[in-house]
């Protein structure tokens, strides 16, 4: 069974700083990667995904995210952080097409001025 | 983007009553919800999976008796936590998908269960 590991509980960073957010899942056969976002006191938000075709998937908010099938990883990526991007990150996976998302822990990302 | 709602956002009710947590596609109609369950510190973990219309497909180890979903229409799922107990105290999530397959799952505020 498909598992996700976020290995960073929490990363502070200080605005306009880079960031990565680790993620690495246990299997690369037909899976599909995600990244989302949590503001307090709302849903997860959709960041960006990969389901096949370029390595490199651009998201919103400036977000990016590479995957590694070498080193089954998928981490998310910003050059210039802003504070308003504090929140809680997931990284999720499918497998075999299948619609069940498991997720990683969760990583928080705070952003200090 | 789509639009899931969940009622109420908190609740705190005595231990041995039912609980009951809404969740609504507000602008999609949504052929199945899923609803996860979130423990502090950990991942949401998936508790069962429903489709409009008929019984809800639960996760093992999730006591079917005990959570209670209904999926009556294409905007309304509803996850009933019968006579709760503290150990049931979490902070529980909602999503909606259209269509089948792989499509985006959208996701509710989640509703946060505190039992005395």
């Known amino acids: 069974a498909q598992s996700v590991t976020q290995l960073d509980s929490q990363v502070p960073v200080f605005e306009e700083a880079p960031v990565e957010l680790r993620c690495n899942y246990s299997?690369?056969?037909?899976?599909?990667l995600f990244w989302y976002v949590q503001y307090p006191n709302q849903g997860l938000q959709l960041l960006l995904k990969?389901?096949?075709?370029?390595?490199l998937v651009k998201g919103i908010n400036g977000f990016e995210a590479e995957f590694n099938k070498s080193q089954t990883s998928f981490h998310l990526r910003k050059p210039s952080v802003h504070i308003s991007d504090t929140a809680e990150y997931f990284c999720?996976?499918?497998?075999?097409?299948?619609?069940?998302?498991?997720f990683g822990k969760g990583t928080k990302l705070t952003v200090n001025p | 983007g789509a639009v899931v709602s969940q009622h109420p956002s908190r609740v705190i009710c005595k231990s041995g009553t039912s609980v009951k947590i809404e969740c609504r596609s507000l602008d999609f109609q949504a052929t199945t919800m899923f609803w996860y369950r979130q423990f502090p510190k950990k991942s949401l973990m998936l508790m069962a999976t429903s489709n409009e219309g008929s019984k809800a497909t639960y996760e093992q180890g999730v006591e079917k008796d005990k959570f209670l979903i209904n999926h009556a229409s294409l905007t309304l799922s509803t996850l009933t936590v019968t006579s709760a107990h503290p150990e049931d105290s979490s902070f529980y999530i909602c999503s909606a998908r259209v269509g089948r397959g792989y499509n985006e799952q959208f996701f509710g505020p989640g509703t946060r269960l505190t039992v005395l």
């Open positions: 990969y389901l096949s075709g370029s390595t």
């Open positions: 299997s690369s056969v037909s899976v599909y």
């Open positions: 999720a996976a499918t497998q075999g097409g299948s619609e069940k998302l498991v």
